[in-house]
């Protein structure tokens, strides 16, 4: 079971950090990702992790403003999101992730974590 959290209102230019914790299962071999979703909209890869921390990737839309990291130790994956945008506003969401396709290796998405901007 995957669950984000950390999520909440901030105004355009705040910052938040989001979390995603696993409860029953590991994802430290995983590469780890983070998507959102506006109503009405498909789901939007956002930034992915490999295992170790080492390579990164990210939708051009967040370039320089979002960060994704982890703590394998913790089994917890991280999104820092600085210099936030209305358009940023969606419901994030966690994953293992297929690095070539950015699709979700477990095809189960949890319990996402709102984020509304403010303009």
């Known amino acids: 079971q995957l669950q984000a959290s950390g999520g909440g209102l901030v105004q355009a230019g705040g910052s938040l950090r989001l979390s995603c914790a696993a409860s029953?299962?590991?994802?430290?071999?995983?590469?780890m990702g983070w998507w959102r979703q506006t109503p009405g909209k498909e789901r939007e890869f956002v930034a992915a992790l490999n295992w170790s921390g080492g390579m990164t990737s990210y939708a051009d839309s967040v370039k320089g403003r979002l960060t994704i990291s982890r703590d394998n130790a913790k089994n917890t994956v991280y999104l820092q999101m600085n210099n936030l945008k209305p358009e940023d506003t969606a419901v994030y969401y966690c994953a293992p992730i297929d690095w070539g396709t950015h699709t979700n290796l477990w095809h189960n998405w949890g319990q996402g974590t709102q984020v509304t901007v403010s303009s």
């Open positions: 029953g299962r590991t994802f430290r071999s995983y590469a």
